[in-house]
């Protein structure tokens, strides 16, 4: 069944800009489905961050929308997160997931993201 | 935007009693778009009921959801050990394209 690896730098600076990968295996990125990104600030709740379709698609959640994308990359099976512009607030465990009948039906184990200079 | 709003926040029972977690929306919602989340300490959450009421693959049937309109809930028939954990409610919104989480129940072991 498919698994979710994220990857990414686990510091990122004030203002800079926050990059993850979401590895896919036992799936395909090619096969339509939706791929999401969702974060969790330690000790606090869950905030959906935006997906994307294998079509390219995205819908991004309004909050973040001005400093978000997220891309595809079907060769290599992963898709992609940046955020621009970064402060403490975006500091949280960022978890990748495949999109279930609106619902979030499998997710990557997480990685922590801290803002810190 | 609909707010989600989950009550209790922690929820304090033994082994073997019965849970029911609330899940209210600020206004009326389509019972498809409502889903729920069991979270254990360091581990990514894990679905459990999807369409309100839906069990999803793997789920014991311990675990129900039901609901309609502005109120759901998740019951879990009789608690066992693995079941102690932060629980969480999730709803589609369609206009725009959004999903939303309730802050949270903690159930713990009394």
């Known amino acids: 069944q498919v698994q979710l690896q994220e990857s990414g730098p686990g510091l990122v600076k004030p203002s800079g800009t926050l990059s993850l990968t979401c590895a896919v295996s036992?799936?395909?990125?090619?096969?339509?489905?939706?791929w999401s990104w969702i974060r969790q600030p330690p000790g606090k709740g869950l905030e959906w961050i935006g997906e994307?379709?294998?079509?390219?698609?995205?819908h991004y959640n309004p909050s973040l929308e001005s400093r978000l994308t997220i891309s595809l990359d079907k060769s290599n099976n992963q898709f992609s997160l940046e955020l621009t512009s970064v402060t403490a607030a975006d500091t949280a465990v960022y978890f990748c997931?495949?999109?279930?009948?609106?619902?979030?039906?499998?997710w990557g184990q997480g990685t922590l993201v801290t803002v810190s200079s | 935007e609909i707010v989600l709003t989950q009550s209790p926040g922690t929820l304090s029972l033994s082994p073997g009693e019965r849970a029911t977690l609330s899940c209210r929306a600020s206004?009326?919602?389509?019972?498809?778009?409502l889903a729920w989340y069991q979270q254990k300490p360091g581990q990514a959450p894990r679905l459990l009921i999807f369409?309100?009421?839906r069990r999803a693959t793997g789920i014991p049937d311990r675990f129900s959801g039901s609901g309609s309109g502005t109120d759901f809930s998740l019951t879990i028939s009789r608690l066992e050990p693995e079941d102690f954990a932060v629980y969480y409610c999730?709803?589609?919104?369609?206009?725009?394209?959004?999903?939303?989480f309730g802050q949270g129940t903690k159930l713990e072991i009394k």
């Open positions: 999730q709803l589609y919104g369609s206009s725009p394209p959004l999903y939303t």
């Open positions: 997931a495949r999109m279930g009948i609106v619902s979030i039906e499998r």
């Open positions: 369409a309100a009421s």
């Open positions: 036992g799936g395909s990125t090619s096969y339509p489905n939706w």
């Open positions: 206004q009326s919602v389509s019972s498809n778009y």
């Open positions: 994307i379709h294998h079509s390219g698609t995205t």
